[in-house]
């Protein structure tokens, strides 16, 4: 028996189960507006460490996942060792090292030929290069549609998502082979360090490597493609964002952290590469996780402008700063942290909303 986390909606969730065991009876957008609807206002039922029966194949749909016959993922992993497969090895061994959670439920063995086999299908698309454009991705609107990039800015008087909320469209087809209008194949790195904690949580809620696999791959090329090449180029402009959407939304605490050198490169790096799955619990990754596939990865940057200001008055209050921020981010709040992102959109402004969104691409 599942126990609910966060008290979701009973009803809601039984229309999620219902949608996904009937379909959404021809009306795609409406099934998947509903399904967003759902996890922002309900979050989805889960048991006391993450695990929900559900959360995968939801996360397939909201990323749109082209299915993937085993036997391909089988002849990734009978190719042995990739290039990058020494650093993989230098990396596996550490992710999420102190996760009772993830080390019980993942081996190091699973790691390695997820990450593997990403790695031998990037160096393969370095070769085969696409130049077809990437049409826009629920997380990567139309330029000439601004109306594409709504997405809920209201919240209750607790930073509660409120009720009353409108949901962008997703594509209904499968995504075209990982290409990009400002990132081609052939400028994407086949292996970074720390995508072996992004691929963690991949891991932990799938039900096999395949999907693990897909997922991974889904969104390092078409939703996140900017941040896999050889710079990291997406990565430090969501870095120079989290600082700009500071400022606007908490000047304060913004001026006391750069009066001590602390810009987002020098705390964030992590939490922007990895979608802040470095932030235990990683249940609470799972669902801030179902947030950003939701409504867009770029959201990231909002959920951890979030996170600062959940702790402002821990930072205001020393006058060691970068101790506190090194440790790492306090333990992840997802619910409170989703609630907080969704209210700082409507803050920022169109100009800088429109960089957010477009600083994955």
């Known amino acids: 028996m599942l126990k609910k986390t966060a008290e979701p909606d009973v009803n809601s969730n039984e229309e999620v189960e219902r949608l996904m065991r009937q379909g959404p009876k021809g009306d795609v957008n409406g099934g998947l507006a509903l399904l967003r609807r759902i996890i922002l206002l309900d979050g989805l039922v889960a048991d006391s460490d993450g695990m929900s029966q559900l959360r995968i194949y939801i996360w397939l749909i909201l990323l749109n996942c082209a299915p993937l016959p085993t036997d391909a993922y089988l002849a990734l992993i009978h190719r042995g060792p990739s290039p990058a497969y020494a650093k993989i090895r230098n990396d596996t061994f550490r992710t999420l090292a102190t996760d009772p959670l993830f080390k019980r439920r993942v081996s190091e063995a699973s790691l390695i030929r997820l990450l593997n086999a990403l790695a031998w ?50 594509p ?88 001590h050198q602390l810009s987002a490169s020098i705390y964030a790096f992590p939490s922007v590469l990895t979608l802040c799955a470095c932030t235990p619990p990683l249940p609470e990754v799972l669902y801030l996780w179902d947030f950003l596939f939701a409504y867009g990865v770029h959201l990231n940057i909002l959920a951890i402008v979030a996170q600062l200001v959940i702790v402002r008055e821990e930072l205001l209050a020393t006058e060691r700063p970068g101790g506190f921020l090194g440790r790492g981010f306090p333990a992840l709040q997802g619910r409170r942290v989703v609630g907080l992102a969704v209210s700082f959109v409507p803050k920022v402004g169109e100009a800088v909303w429109r960089e957010v969104v477009e600083h994955v691409r």
């Open 172 to 259: 209904t087809t499968a995504p075209p082979p990982p290409t990009t209008t400002a990132t081609t194949t052939s400028a994407l790195s086949i292996y970074l360090q720390g995508l072996n904690v992004l691929s963690a949580p991949f891991l932990y809620a799938a039900r096999s490597e395949i999907q693990a696999y897909t997922l991974l791959t889904t969104l390092l090329t078409t939703h996140l493609p900017s941040y896999i090449t050889p710079s990291l180029s997406g990565v430090h402009r969501g870095l120079a964002l989290v600082d700009t959407c500071l400022a606007i939304i908490d000047p304060k605490l913004s001026a006391h952290l750069l009066s």
């Open 121 to 170: 299908t990037l160096h393969d698309a370095q070769n085969t290069p696409q130049q077809t454009p990437l049409p826009p991705s629920p997380e990567q609107p139309s330029k000439t549609n601004p109306a594409a990039i709504t997405i809920p800015t209201t919240t209750s008087a607790t930073g509660s998502p409120s009720k009353h909320i409108p949901t962008p469209p997703l």
